[in-house]
């Protein structure tokens, strides 16, 4: 697990610059370009590394190029909804969970506060600032007085013990 944990963190260091580059000129957005490429790594962890690929660097562009077009779709569908020709938000059919679904979710939710709380303080404290505040990493390192390398550092490190630690759907 050691030794796939280094090529992850090999391919990071190899992969980001160009991916970061890549995203940047599709989606035209700094921020954008930095979650897109911090994504990239995100599912390729979740995929359960690069122990079952035949080609890691393949599956990180052919990753890379349909995260491209899910991102543009999104925006798209976002845009729809967001115009003032879209339809009565009151007519939308409801999404919410059932009660036996809606436990399950908390569960899994006390679950996965528990294992973030074991992540170490600083690795946690820039995990939750991008994920859950949105921060880029740009963002983080100047309110934490660290480099954005450092942040990007952190959240791979928070990403391998993340995909350790919870269940995979």
Excluded at 79 to 104: F, L, T
Excluded at 105 to 121: D, F, G, K, S, Y
Excluded at 130 to 142: T, V
Aim: glycine residues 4%; hydrophobic residues 35%.
């Amino acid at each position: 697990m050691k030794q796939e944990n280094e090529l992850v963190i090999q391919l990071y260091k190899n992969n980001y610059r160009s991916l970061y580059n890549f995203f940047l000129k599709k989606l035209g957005s700094h921020e954008d370009a930095a979650d897109g490429a911090q994504e990239v790594f995100t599912r390729l962890i979740r995929h359960n590394g690069t122990a079952e690929l035949d080609s890691p660097d393949g599956y990180i562009w052919r990753t890379t190029q349909n995260l491209v077009k899910e991102i543009k779709r999104r925006r798209a569908v976002r845009a729809r909804w967001m115009s003032p020709d879209a339809e009565d938000s009151d007519e939308q059919v409801s999404q919410a969970p059932g009660p036996e679904e809606a436990m399950e979710i908390q569960q899994i939710r006390e679950h996965a506060l528990r294992v973030l709380n074991e992540l170490p303080t600083r690795c946690r404290e820039v995990f939750i600032m991008h994920r859950f505040k949105g921060l880029s990493h740009k963002e983080i390192a100047r309110q934490l007085n660290i480099s954005p390398r450092t942040v990007e550092n952190h959240m791979v490190n928070a990403l391998l013990f993340l995909r350790k630690r919870l269940p995979r759907s």
